[in-house]
Every structure is written in C-alpha cells, then in structure tokens.
C-alpha cells in the first residue's frame, strides 16, 4: 500500500494526525526533500527507508514504491503542503494503477492557508472578492493559453500565485496588463509557517522590487487583492438583523 501524505506547508505540527500517524507506520517515505520539513521524518520507525525524491525521476519512485509492495512493505510519499496542488501525484497514481498496486491519498493544509495565516488575512472578504483564484505564471513549465496570468488578473478578485517568484517582472507586467493598478496591494509570503518564515507587503508594481530587496527568489507565494486591503463590508452571517437557519433576527 502507497498512502499519499501531505506534509503541511513547513511548520512540522502542521500535518494531520493520519498524516503523522501514516509516517510513523511506513516502512519506506519518499519524501519531497526541497521542500518538506525533515523534522518530520523523526518519529520514523526504526529501520525505516528514507529516499529523497528532489534527485529522483519518475520512474525511480515508483521503482521504491514497487520494490517495496513487492516485499510487503508500506510506503508513504510525502508531499508539501496539499498533494492536490502542484504535486505531480496523478502520474504516480496511474503508474500505479498499471502495476495494480493500492493507495490512499491525505489532505495536507496548503502553502497558500499557510500564506493566509502569515497575513492575518481572509481571502473571501464580503464585498471585496467571494473567489480566489490558485494558479502560476507560464515559465519553463506551460500553462494552458486560456489561463495566461493577465487573463486570470481581469477578474479583479483574490490570486494566489505559486511557483513564480523568479518571474516577477513578467508577473507585475501580466497583472498590470489583466486590469490590476499599480498600487493595488500585493504581498509575498515566504517560507510561510516556518521558522524563518518572511513576509513582504508590497503593491503589483513593486513586487519584483520587494522580492530583490529581501532576497526572496524562491518557495514563497505572491498573492494580490483588495483583501490586503482596509475596506470590506461586514459578514451578513454575524450581522444582528439578518436571520438565517440557525439565528432570528435580533432588531
Ligand atoms: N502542494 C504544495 C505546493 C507545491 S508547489 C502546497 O499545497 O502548498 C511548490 C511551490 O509552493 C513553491 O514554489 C512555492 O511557490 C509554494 N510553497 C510551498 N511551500 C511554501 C511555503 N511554506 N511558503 C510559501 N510558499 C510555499
């Protein structure tokens, strides 16, 4: 069996309790040694195989995975953050349905709640942006035409951006270009959760700036909007005069 285990975005308290509980069964972890915390490795089992797959292709994971069905041993694979999110686990998962080995995957908390937590910030504010935007700017790595980043931008509400922060002139350019004003508040969260965590309060027309000034070039996340700024309308859930399923109206 293959369990699939988000790591959290860095602080090593941050994984779920199946997750920590999954690593310390696995007789094997592959882990994504770039950006995993290697703190969590320390309760492993002993004699535990631990493979860092930052030098590894592929094939030469499943190879470990196989390897150790094949002797009946449970492996985890660990990714940052939530699998689901730039985790390249769908090509595992198909390798893995052609050998008809099992898996299960476990949420993680992503980077960008990491991000949220860092700011003190709400991504959905009332008035400001019901919607957030997760995606990246094209680099060496394509996205599809349709979601180019000045495309995404015209929508106006909240984007996260994640593995962009060596692009950020093009990332103000395309932002620029996709309506967002020069001043229009920005932020880049580095390392959010962990301990040298940073993070960067700047506008769209400064975030290559910002990025340079504090020696940020890569794991942090860009994100934009208005909810980084002061203006948003209360809650109706928590407003007195709105009854809802759960609450009459109190004047
Ligand atoms: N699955 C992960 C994302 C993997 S892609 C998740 O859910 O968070 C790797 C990118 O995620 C990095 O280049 C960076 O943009 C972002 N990232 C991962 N951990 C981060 C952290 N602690 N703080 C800021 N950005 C992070």
């Not at 930052?54 to 069905?69: N, R, Y």
């Not at 509400?157 to 004003?181: P, Q, W």
């Not at 005069?241 to 609450?247: I, K």
């Amino acid at each position: 069996m293959v369990h699939f285990v988000g790591a959290g975005p860095g602080a090593a308290d941050l994984i779920t309790l199946r997750g920590a509980r999954l690593l310390s069964e696995a007789d094997v972890i592959i882990y994504a040694g770039s950006l995993v915390n290697p703190a969590l490795l320390e309760g492993r089992k002993e004699g535990c195989a631990v493979y860092d797959s930052a030098s590894m292709t592929l094939e030469e994971v499943i190879a470990v995975m196989e390897k150790a069905e094949a002797e009946g041993r449970t492996t985890v694979r660990l990714h940052t953050g939530d699998p689901s999110l730039y985790g390249a686990i769908r090509e595992q998962m198909d390798l893995l349905d052609e050998r008809g080995i099992g898996y299960d995957v476990t949420p993680g908390v992503s980077s960008f709640s990491g991000a949220a937590a860092a700011l003190e910030a709400e991504y959905t504010l009332p008035d400001v942006s019901q919607s957030v935007i997760i995606t990246r700017m094209a680099g060496r790595t394509p996205v599809p035409e349709g979601e180019a980043l000045s495309k995404m931008a015209s929508h106006g509400c909240t984007m996260v951006l994640f593995l962009s922060t060596g692009l950020l002139e093009e990332v103000e350019r395309e932002l620029m270009a996709g309506g967002y004003a020069p001043d229009a508040p920005a932020a880049i969260v580095y390392k959010a959760t962990w301990p040298d965590q940073k993070v960067c309060r700047c506008t769209v027309a400064t975030l290559a700036r910002t990025a340079r000034e504090h020696q940020i070039s890569k794991t942090a996340l860009i994100t934009v909007g208005g909810f980084l700024g002061d203006r948003y309308e209360r809650s109706k859930l928590y407003d007195p005069s709105f009854a809802h399923g759960y609450r009459e109206a109190s004047k």
